[in-house]
């Protein structure tokens, strides 16, 4: 059994910042196994990549949308899984999914086999 709990979601300025966490608590494997991602769903749109990293965190992928605004990264001695947003838009509004995957790094959504309940993020202007 695998639990993911993301926290740190809330309300921001545009322009602004918000780090977000994810826990992992898992029976199965070790942290380190799984890669880890970020997807959000925006009111009415569906879910998206966000972000991804590898097991080791030597490897990260973004979405075209936050590159060179949000950082993804991983402290697997503390088996949580980060995303630093900055510069924050509107647009980001949404809630933000934290996943793992047995699998490499991918940018869809049922490749991830374990998902979090989420945390809203709202970018207001």
């Known amino acids: 059994q695998v639990q993911l709990v993301e926290s740190g979601g809330g309300l921001v300025q545009a322009g602004g910042s918000l780090r977000l966490s994810c826990a992992c608590a898992s029976s199965e494997r070790t942290f380190n196994k799984y890669a880890m991602a970020w997807f959000r769903q925006a009111p009415r749109k569906e879910r998206e990549f966000v972000a991804g990293i590898s097991w080791t965190g030597d490897r990260t992928y973004y979405t075209d949308s936050v590159k060179g605004r949000f950082t993804i990264s991983r402290d697997n001695a503390k088996n949580t899984v980060y995303l630093r947003m900055s510069s924050l838009k509107p647009e980001d509004t949404g809630v933000y999914y934290c996943?793992?995957?047995?699998?490499?790094?991918?940018?869809?959504?049922?490749?991830?086999?374990?998902w979090g309940q989420g945390t809203q993020v709202t970018v207001s202007t």
């Open positions: 996943a793992a995957a047995i699998a490499p790094v991918a940018n869809a959504g049922t490749q991830y086999a374990y």
